[in-house]
């Protein structure tokens, strides 16, 4: 393999190099340092005497003196059945002080496309055992599905629930084996502390063992995020489509991972898209979501929750912009739901799972699902809207009716929302508490629900049981 | 086009740099747009910019691996498509090559590259039945004969546009019938020309015609709003601006259901695959509400998801568009979904950008503009240049960052075409659907579609559309002071508008997509339902005039059916509404 030490230019992230042979375009690089620190890196431009070459761990180090080699591959995950279990830093390398994984094959991390034709549609439930998702916003297996929270919002608590208590139902009625459940976690600049905080609950709760972890850490290089998730969804692929497990991948902090590509961008001096943020942003991005998906004739599954905070909480900037453009909906954390301790603190209405109408019902869920979320979005709908006049009108100035929504909005947040990450509602528990709010309003306000299940679930004025809370 | 029916290789230049999608190469002799073969696993692209000895290329498959030194081959003909029976039922991606039967040649559910195929079967067989005979003489584009392409479709055998010189006409020499495959002559010219099924196209050039004219009838849409507020003619342009989760795509696929087109031809440009999917999974199961056939025997699906190369998404829309003018040339309606246009014009501005391009606003191309109109323009109700008439009908929806309508991509749209379905997401979060603004929104074909409404579904039709129109402007003025003061503030006459308006809201502007029977509505119905909706108006402000509380006045039991009339299927939909007019009628009167 040929070493060059012809490094013409070094800037941010990028080393530029003159070569005399064709490199492809992509391919790795290794560059070691005066000091015998090796560093790797990807051709992002490759012409016949020079090419562009991204660090995944930043230029300090290198100079002009280092030595420069092609490897004349692209980049690769080394993949195996043996990664569950084990944490890998960001670039896919074991920290866990575990042996050594044998690959059963190396992939190229850069996904092919599933070809439309080939794709099964998702359709099948996935208990999160959280209810504002189950009963309100329902994740199907292959699904995108992500989280848009805030700074310092408990997003990290909703994922960890989520990893702790996904289910596919059927797993626990027939055993079915294979539909093994797998977790893959790709974390992009986590704080240290975040990291340990994950770490502690996997270990703590037995869910590493079905898990991979990939960490890059806030004081990995920034480069290094834009491989981590490849890696991870690498081997969620392969967890999936050749071993057959119902993967979830959870990925954070998205907004981490776009910053990175912006620093890329702005060192290849290109023009900036909207913020400062690549115009090839929407592309990239896709280039990871649209991995979720199922696969006809295959059993596995990649469902994806990934995870971004919104810079200022703007739902209209361009990262939880351009990822909802991609995802198949989102769940909404909320500052003010928070604030009143309510945990999970997600706020329904802005929230929405676009594949749940498929995935939910008889034979999927329960008969009644459907009309039960559609009820208790209307109803929470219109009582959060009266909030707004009772702020200005006082709630004595309100008819009976009104207030009765008032009240449903509150008990809504307190009992249904509300159920603390320790707690873990089956589907069945959910639509119990469902119902328990739906008792509260008089059946002729009942107008989303078929009469059938109006006689078999309301329970006239029944005892207003407290749906399971852990405080 | 495609590599396997184009194995002639006219002239072979070497990569200098590549670039993501965009590759340079020297010594290569060939003109723009012309289709090239790019590296040792021959990678379909084109020739976009000419500079000295340097040729740029952009690559429709995935670049990583491709080095400088490899080589590039000319095919010496501009990117085209491939005409002819088998087009419907197909899924394409944005260079025509068949979904299907990539899964098959890559043995993979995933796409590998290098991998090519014709955009219609070569082997195949169709029976010909001609339409013309020895002795009579055609002219380009004529109709010799057609095939039976679908259980809904006759596809008509045509004389190639550039066959003879403009306005001549050739004498018939031999044609047969019998079953034949794409590339077997069915006709002979005297000039010597032989004509086969399969024909290529250019997709950048518009197929051409005798004369645009303009637009008189509607693309009924089975949309209570898009028929009765903001029509589409046929041979329209229609935009949809809109947010993510705002309805783009639901209304799309439910103008592909329900649209009443000949031929629809459906382009998934740089969206979801699982959308792409539903799709593949729906059509062939769904009704065509025209002939009862099954939904796929009338559509061509085009699918360049988000994750599939960036240059085939770029070409995605020329590829349907000019697919879409093929059928127009037979005689047909073809209705044209793009979603999302959007997504092409990100396409371009990464291509513009990779050539290092002076950017225009927001780092497009200061030629996005120019691209857009002239996509839109090969929209519209033409005269045939074989005397027959038939029309394509562009609805584009468009993403605009933020939903922010004032962004380049959605004005620019806007200038040109001249019906606008406003999506807001305030109406979607509230899950009023569809979500469509009807302040926002209009349709400039309104007056010239309203004959025909007269004519086919009410003499009243422009009228009650009026009334509506009214009574929700009215809603909406109402409205601000309700924000202030609560309802019961208001005078009951205005509050009587307020419910009014609701049930306008509620029983005729919100249709729910996912119900059987809902999510498709004959004019004839919409103007029922909107007829009920104003005679309980009517009977209402009678009982108001004569004392009666607006409690009262919606209280009445029959008032709750107002709601569920989209919801009764259409053989029992007229005689529930005038049962439900007539009781609204006895019952408010009972109560003065
Ligand atoms: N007419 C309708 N009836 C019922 N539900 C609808 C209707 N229109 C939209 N929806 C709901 O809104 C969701 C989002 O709609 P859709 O996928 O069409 O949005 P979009 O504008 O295409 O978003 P994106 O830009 O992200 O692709 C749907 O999944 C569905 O739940
Ligand atoms: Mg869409």
Request: glycine share 8%; charged share 25%.
């Amino acid at each position: 393999m040929k070493e060059y030490k012809t490094i013409t230019e070094i800037s941010g992230p990028l080393v530029f190099v003159e070569t005399d042979e064709p490199i492809g375009y992509d391919e790795l690089v290794e560059i070691e340092t005066p000091n015998g620190e090796t560093r790797r890196g990807q051709v992002l431009d490759s012409s016949s005497d020079h090419v562009a070459i991204q660090t995944f761990e930043g230029t300090s180090g290198i100079d002009r003196n280092s030595s420069v080699r092609f490897l004349g591959e692209t980049m690769k995950m080394p993949v195996t059945e043996d990664l569950l279990g084990r944490v890998l830093d960001g670039s896919g390398d074991p920290i866990d002080d575990g042996p050594e994984i044998v690959p059963e094959e190396r992939r190229d991390i850069v996904g092919a496309a599933i070809n439309p034709y080939a794709r099964e549609y998702p359709e099948e439930f996935i208990q999160t055992g959280i209810s504002a998702i189950d009963g309100m916003n329902t994740l199907v297996r292959g699904q995108k599905l992500p989280i848009f929270s805030g700074s310092g919002l408990p997003h990290n608590d909703i994922a960890l629930q989520i990893a702790r208590q996904a289910t596919v139902p059927e797993e626990s009625d027939d055993g079915d084996e294979d539909s093994e459940f797998a977790v893959i976690f790709g974390a992009m600049g986590i704080t240290a502390e975040e990291a340990n905080e994950f770490m502690d609950d996997f270990e703590r709760t037995g869910a590493l063992e079905r898990s991979v972890v990939f960490m890059n850490l806030a004081d990995d290089p920034a480069v290094e995020r834009t491989v981590t998730p490849r890696l991870a969804l690498t081997t969620a692929e392969y967890l999936a489509f050749d071993k057959g497990y119902q993967v979830l991948v959870i990925l954070t902090d998205m907004t981490n991972y776009c910053e990175a590509l912006r620093e890329i961008g702005a060192a290849r001096e290109e023009v900036p898209g909207r913020r400062g943020y690549p115009g090839y942003m929407y592309t990239d991005l896709a280039s990871l979501y649209e991995r979720a998906g199922r696969i006809k004739g295959l059993k596995g599954s990649v469902t994806q929750i990934p995870i971004l905070t919104m810079p200022s909480d703007d739902i209209t900037h361009p990262i939880p912009d351009l990822t909802g453009y991609i995802t198949e909906g989102q769940i909404m954390v909320d500052r003010d739901l928070n604030s009143q301790g309510i945990q999970p603190p997600v706020d329904v209405l802005p929230s929405l799972s676009r594949l749940m109408d498929d995935g939910i019902g008889e034979g999927l869920t329960r008969a009644d699902h459907g009309d039960v979320a559609d009820q208790l979005f209307a109803a929470y709908a219109e009582g959060e809207d009266l909030r707004d006049l009772v702020n200005i009108v006082g709630r004595e100035a309100l008819s009976d009716r009104d207030n009765r929504f008032l009240d449903f909005a509150d008990r809504f947040e307190e009992t249904f929302i509300q159920q603390g990450y320790g707690t873990d509602r089956d589907i069945e528990d959910t639509l119990s508490a469902g119902w328990e709010l739906l008792s509260m309003l008089p059946t002729e306000e009942l107008n989303r629900v078929d009469e059938e299940f109006i006689e078999q679930y309301y329970h006239e004025d029944g005892e207003r049981v407290e749906a399971t809370a852990d405080d | 086009m495609s590599k396997a029916t184009e194995p002639n290789t006219e002239s072979e230049g070497v990569i200098e740099s590549v670039s993501g999608p965009v590759v340079t190469a020297v010594d290569l002799e060939a003109p723009m747009n012309d289709v090239v073969y790019v590296g040792h696993e021959g990678l379909m692209g084109e020739v976009i910019e000419i500079e000295g000895n340097v040729t740029t290329i952009q690559v429709y498959e995935e670049t990583s691996g491709v080095s400088p030194g490899e080589p590039v081959e000319s095919t010496g003909a501009p990117l085209s498509v491939d005409l002819g029976p088998g087009m419907l039922d197909s899924i394409y991606d944005g260079v025509q090559r068949p979904l299907d039967e990539l899964q098959e040649k890559m043995d993979s559910a995933f796409l590998d590259r290098g991998v090519d195929a014709p955009g219609i079967d070569l082997e195949a067989t169709w029976e010909f039945t001609p339409t013309v005979e020895v002795g009579d003489a055609v002219g380009n584009t004529d109709i010799v004969g057609t095939v039976p392409e679908t259980e809904s479709i006759d596809h008509k055998v045509m004389v190639p546009p550039d066959s003879l010189p403009e306005g001549e006409t050739a004498e018939i020499t031999a044609v047969e019938s019998g079953r034949f495959t794409v590339e077997e002559t069915v006709a002979e010219l005297e000039t010597g020309d032989e004509i086969q099924m399969r024909q290529q196209w250019p997709v950048r050039q518009a197929r051409p015609t005798v004369d645009k004219q303009t637009p008189t009838e509607p693309l009924t849409s089975g949309q209570r709003i898009l028929d009765g507020l903001f029509p589409l003619a046929k041979g329209g342009t229609a935009a949809i601006p809109g947010p993510f989760g705002s309805g783009k795509t639901v209304a799309q696929q439910s103008l592909a259901k329900f649209a009443d087109a000949d031929i629809v031809v459906y382009i998934g440009c740089g969206e979801r695959g699982n959308e792409m999917t539903e799709v593949i999974d729906d059509f062939p199961e769904l009704p065509d509400p025209q002939t009862g056939n099954a939904l796929m025997a009338r559509t061509c699906l085009i699918a360049n998801t988000s994750n599939m190369p960036v240059a085939a998404r770029e070409s995605c829309v020329y590829t349907g568009i000019t697919i879409a003018e093929f059928y127009r040339d037979m005689g047909y309606d073809v209705a044209l979904m793009a979603d999302s246009t959007s997504r092409w014009a990100e396409a371009m501005r990464e291509i513009s950008s990779r050539l290092e391009e002076m950017p225009g606003e927001e780092g497009y191309p200061a030629y996005l503009a120019a691209r857009l109109s002239e996509f839109y323009e090969r929209a519209g109700y033409f005269e045939n240049i074989n005397g027959t008439e038939g029309s394509v009908s562009v609805i584009g929806a468009v993403s605009p960052p933020g939903g922010d309508f004032s962004e380049p991509v959605t004005q620019n749209t806007l200038r040109i075409v001249k019906t606008f379905w406003a999506l807001d997401s305030d109406l979607a979060e509230r899950r009023h659907f569809p979500a469509i603004n009807w302040n926002e929104s209009y349709s400039l074909y309104r007056d010239q579609l309203d004959p025909w409404f007269v004519e086919n579904v009410a003499e009243n039709w422009p009228e009650q559309r009026q009334w509506a129109i009214d009574v929700l402007d009215e809603e909406a003025e109402l409205q601000e002071i309700v924000q202030l003061v609560g309802k019961d503030a208001l005078p009951e006459d205005q509050q009587l508008t307020l419910e009014v308006a609701r049930f306008l809201k509620e029983a005729w502007l919100q249709q729910n997509a996912l119900d059987d029977v809902d999510q498709d509505c004959p004019p004839w119905k919409t103007h029922q339902i909107l007829g009920v909706i104003k005679s309980f108006h009517d009977e209402a402000f009678d009982a108001l005039d004569a004392g009666v509380p607006v409690d009262e006045i919606t209280g009445i039991d029959a008032v709750p059916r107002l709601n569920r009339t989209g919801t009764v299927p259409d053989d029992e939909a007229s005689a529930f509404i005038e049962e439900l007019e007539t009781d609204i009628t006895e019952q408010l009167r009972s109560l003065y």
